[in-house]
Each structure stands twice: as structure tokens, then as C-alpha cells.
């Protein structure tokens, strides 16, 4: 991976920044600090471990189908009288999904990052296995 000077100071001075703010990982964002400033190329990956592959946008539209189907079923189970609502207590936040097995791992992250912060609490169901 190569980055311009541009690049390279940016990213360094956003981590010094990260460095003061949180000081329990102070002495990480120095280091990819003092990397990206000296220009030490075989520690970018390092530093980028955690940047993911995007997702195909087939996939990414099959996510974000599944996730606007499952607030429609929110919003309905919402609407739903006091009995009502208790008898689904057990089952609400479970949804059964079928996505093609070469694409399952990269559905299922990209899903749980979007659902944990969005719309709360989920079980995804695998053949029968829940994750």
C-alpha cells in the first residue's frame, strides 16, 4: 500500500488527535502516528488490520432489504396490542434468513455491524444454527 504526503500527514495528525481523546490506546495511535510520518510502509498494514473488503453491492442491497423488512416487522409488532406483544417476547428478535453459502460470512458481519447499532438486538438463523 502507498500514500502520499497528503495522505500520510493527515492520518498521522487524526491519530495524534485520537491519542489525546483516548488516552487507553494513547501509545497505539502515537506509534501509527510516528509510522505514518516516517513513511514506514510495511507497517500500514498494521495499522489498516481492521478495514474490512467492502461488500458487493448485490449483497449490500440484500442487507439493507433484510434490514428494512425487519423494522417493517418491528414497527408491526409495535403496533400490536399489550397480550399481543407479550406472547412474542420469546420470538421477537429472531429472524431466519437464507443467503447463498458463499456469501454468508460477509452478509452476516456486514448485518450484525449495521443491526447492533441501528435496530437493536437481533439472532441470525443459519440452517438451523444461531449466531
Given at each position: 500500500?502507498?500514500?502520499?504526503?497528503?495522505?500520510?500527514?493527515?492520518?498521522?495528525?487524526?491519530?495524534?488527535?485520537?491519542?489525546?481523546?483516548?488516552?487507553?490506546?494513547?501509545?497505539?495511535?502515537?506509534?501509527?502516528?510516528?509510522?505514518?510520518?516516517r513513511g514506514y510502509e510495511s507497517f500500514y498494514n498494521d495499522i489498516f488490520q481492521d478495514i474490512e473488503d467492502?461488500?458487493?453491492?448485490?449483497?449490500?442491497?440484500?442487507?439493507?432489504?433484510?434490514?428494512?423488512?425487519?423494522?417493517?416487522?418491528?414497527?408491526?409488532?409495535?403496533?400490536?396490542?399489550q397480550v399481543d406483544q407479550q406472547a412474542l417476547e420469546g420470538v421477537r428478535h429472531l429472524l431466519v434468513m437464507?443467503?447463498?453459502?458463499?456469501?454468508?460470512?460477509?452478509?452476516?458481519?456486514?448485518?450484525?455491524?449495521?443491526?447492533?447499532?441501528?435496530?437493536?438486538?437481533?439472532?441470525?438463523?443459519?440452517?438451523?444454527?444461531?449466531?
Amino acid at each position: 500500500m502507498s500514500l502520499s504526503p497528503v495522505e500520510r500527514l493527515t492520518l498521522a495528525n487524526q491519530y495524534r488527535i485520537m491519542a489525546k481523546l483516548y488516552s487507553e490506546s494513547e501509545s497505539t495511535y502515537s506509534r501509527w502516528a510516528d509510522e505514518l510520518e516516517r513513511g514506514y510502509e510495511s507497517f500500514y498494514n498494521d495499522i489498516f488490520q481492521d478495514i474490512e473488503d467492502p461488500l458487493p453491492e448485490e449483497e449490500s442491497k440484500f442487507v439493507l432489504d433484510v434490514l428494512g423488512m425487519y423494522q417493517v416487522l418491528q414497527n408491526s409488532a409495535t403496533n400490536l396490542s399489550q397480550v399481543d406483544q407479550q406472547a412474542l417476547e420469546g420470538v421477537r428478535h429472531l429472524l431466519v434468513m437464507t443467503v447463498h453459502p458463499i456469501y454468508r460470512r460477509e452478509v452476516m458481519a456486514s448485518a450484525s455491524r449495521l443491526l447492533a447499532g441501528r435496530y437493536g438486538p437481533l439472532v441470525l438463523v443459519w440452517g438451523g444454527r444461531s449466531t
